[in-house]
């Protein structure tokens, strides 16, 4: 059974950062595609960054280029969002992500993913 859970999230003033982590379990994690996605009150789910299998390669959304950091350690099974510059319309439930096969590049649609946590919540307060 995988198992994705998020942590890290909270309220946080507009410039400020903040550290989500993704500790996944249930299978090989470092065989995986991860991705990070948001949905923000009344608005649908949107992608945020996602990251390759080794690692090397990660691509982000426009409005959170040059502000946001994805990573991995396929040693700890752990995806993490680096969030600095933080701003009001960031506000939004983040979930972790990981697909069902090991694609070549990073992916951002929301279908190519199987397996979601329960998401963490981040307030920027202004």
């Known amino acids: 059974q995988v198992q994705l859970v998020e942590s890290g999230g909270g309220l946080v003033q507009a410039g400020g950062s903040l550290r989500l982590s993704c500790a996944a379990s249930?299978?090989?994690?470092?065989?995986?595609?991860m991705g990070w996605f948001r949905q923000a009150p009344g608005k649908e789910r949107e992608f945020v960054a996602a990251?390759?299998?080794?690692?090397?390669?990660?691509y982000n959304t426009d409005s959170v280029k040059g502000r946001f950091t994805i990573s991995r350690d396929n040693a700890k099974n752990t995806v993490y969002l680096q969030m600095n510059s933080l701003k009001p319309e960031d506000t939004a439930v983040y979930y972790c992500?990981?697909?069902?096969?090991?694609?070549?590049?990073?992916?951002?649609?929301?279908?190519?993913?199987?397996?979601w946590g329960q998401g963490t919540q981040v307030t920027v307060s202004s």
């Open positions: 992500a990981t697909t069902d096969r090991n694609y070549a590049t990073p992916r951002i649609r929301p279908t190519d993913y199987s397996y």
């Open positions: 249930g299978r090989t994690f470092s065989s995986y595609n």
């Open positions: 990251i390759s299998v080794s690692g090397r390669s990660t």
